[in-house]
């Protein structure tokens, strides 16, 4: 079975952490919560979900992960300055491991700069920033691009799971 890093910060989309994570463990897979600092509490921006961080991501290496899920909401927004997290994603995708974002996780894939020559999707309001990044931006509800995975909303879960699923 694979074992898969959700990397997560305060203020995720809670569903697109929730129905990602609950299915990939479903499955048979390990997940791990991976974020800024062990032990810390965070909470989805719907309050219907909370999670507490397993693992500080100054601490994880890439090569112990057979993909990488990043859930959307502002919790890409709280995790894309940070170093690790950009080394960790630059390394996954070097790796040619999976890497499944949703909605405002390419946030993370354009800040580590990996996004030149790539189709993907996202949040609709981010398609500019996408392209200002090299993408080749499409609304649909999923994108597979060689090892990413990407999708809008979530009402797209269901099929951004199936391809996550399919890699795995």
Same mark, same amino acid.
């Given at each position: 079975?694979?074992?898969v890093?959700?990397?997560?910060?305060d203020?995720f989309?809670d569903s697109?952490?929730?129905?990602?994570?609950d299915?990939?463990k479903q499955?048979g897979?390990?997940?791990d919560?991976?974020g800024?600092e062990?032990?810390?509490?965070?909470?989805?921006?719907?309050?219907?979900a909370q999670?507490?961080?397993?693992?500080?991501?100054?601490?994880?290496?890439v090569?112990?992960?057979?993909?990488v899920?990043?859930p959307?909401?502002?919790?890409?927004e709280n995790? +894309?300055?940070d170093?690790h997290?950009?080394? &960790? @994603?630059k $390394?996954?995708?070097k790796s040619?491991k999976?890497?499944?974002?949703?909605?405002?996780?390419?946030?993370?894939l354009a800040?580590?700069?990996?996004?030149?020559?790539?189709?993907i999707?996202?949040?609709?309001?981010?398609?500019?920033?996408m392209v200002n990044?090299?993408a080749s931006?499409?609304?649909e509800?999923?994108?597979?691009?060689?090892?990413?995975i990407?999708? +809008?909303?979530?009402k797209?879960?269901?099929? &951004? @799971?199936? $391809?996550?699923?399919?890699?795995l």
């Amino acid at each position: 079975m694979s074992k898969v890093a959700f990397l997560i910060a305060d203020q995720f989309e809670d569903s697109e952490m929730q129905v990602p994570y609950d299915e990939v463990k479903q499955a048979g897979h390990q997940a791990d919560i991976i974020g800024l600092e062990k032990g810390s509490e965070v909470k989805g921006k719907q309050g219907k979900a909370q999670y507490t961080i397993e693992k500080s991501i100054s601490e994880v290496n890439v090569q112990d992960y057979d993909a990488v899920v990043i859930p959307g909401g502002s919790s890409p927004e709280n995790l +894309r300055l940070d170093s690790h997290i950009l080394d &960790f @994603v630059k $390394e996954a995708d070097k790796s040619g491991k999976p890497i499944a974002s949703i909605c405002h996780g390419p946030q993370i894939l354009a800040s580590a700069g990996l996004l030149k020559g790539r189709t993907i999707t996202s949040y609709p309001p981010l398609q500019d920033d996408m392209v200002n990044a090299g993408a080749s931006f499409k609304d649909e509800e999923v994108i597979v691009d060689r090892n990413f995975i990407t999708s +809008r909303t979530p009402k797209d879960e269901p099929a &951004f @799971v199936r $391809e996550l699923l399919k890699v795995l």
